[in-house]
């Protein structure tokens, strides 16, 4: 079973606070992805990675960076917390196969920024 | 680029019911297709997926999809819900390509409700 885990399920962080979101697969997929999810808005894409060290930008990258340093594990990056990024953030990832594309999700992160 | 419809926010259906929820898709190139359940506060799971061969799609939970190319839709069924289908429901799309790295599209989900 492909397992992908994100370091808090809930986190409270004060505007202006540098903010660490962690996630980490266990099945050497190149491929990972960082979304996050508001009511009405469904799944955005913040940044993904398709291999160590290599990053791109999503649909909404403005606010956040992310580091990619070994292949399993994938960090998000909050260098200033504002309220307006208040949301569910979600990991993804999956392997570098042209035969599919089905991703598998972490349980995901409820931030709120105060 | 890829874009997803999903026009019911919001679906509350009898126990025992049938359902359907409704995803239309915008694409150039061709495409695969997926219905994602999020039950609730956890993560997403993959209901079920097109890739290709046979238009009705059968997943797990009872759930089908039926691809439909000419009219650009993907809608999900089940004949008969439990309350345990109470959950929010996304389609997504990604293009074809030998890359392997393309990006799923999302749409804006439906949350199911099961009334007792």
């Known amino acids: 079973d492909v397992k992908v885990t994100q370091s808090s399920r809930y986190l409270v962080k004060r505007t202006g606070e540098k903010v660490f979101l962690e996630c980490v697969q266990d099945m050497d997929h190149e491929n990972m992805f960082w979304y996050r999810q508001d009511p009405g808005l469904g799944l955005r894409l913040i940044y993904f990675?398709?291999?160590?060290?290599?990053?791109e930008k999503g649909d909404i990258p403005e606010g956040y960076s992310v580091s990619r340093e070994k292949k399993e594990r994938f960090s998000l990056i909050l260098e200033s917390a504002s309220t307006n990024q208040t949301s569910m953030y979600l990991c993804?990832?999956?392997?570098?196969?042209?035969?599919?594309?089905?991703?598998?999700f972490g349980p995901g992160t409820r931030l709120t920024v105060t | 680029a890829q874009s997803v419809t999903q026009l019911d926010s919001q679906v509350p259906v009898f126990e025992e019911a049938p359902v359907e929820l409704r995803c239309n898709y915008s694409s150039s190139v061709s495409v695969y297709l997926f219905w994602y359940v999020q039950y609730p506060n956890q993560g997403l799971q993959l209901l079920l997926k097109y890739l290709s061969g046979s238009t009705l799609v059968k997943g797990i939970n009872g759930f089908e999809a039926e691809f439909n190319k000419s009219q650009t839709s993907f809608h999900l069924r089940k004949p008969s819900v439990h309350i345990s289908d109470t959950a929010e429901y996304f389609c997504?799309?990604?293009?074809?390509?030998?890359?392997?790295?393309?990006?799923?599209?999302f749409g804006t989900g439906t949350r199911l409700t099961i009334i007792p």
């Open positions: 997504a799309v990604s293009a074809i390509s030998n890359f392997g790295n393309e990006k799923l599209t």
């Open positions: 990675s398709y291999d160590v060290k290599m990053k």
């Open positions: 993804a990832s999956n392997p570098l196969a042209a035969s599919s594309y089905e991703q598998y």
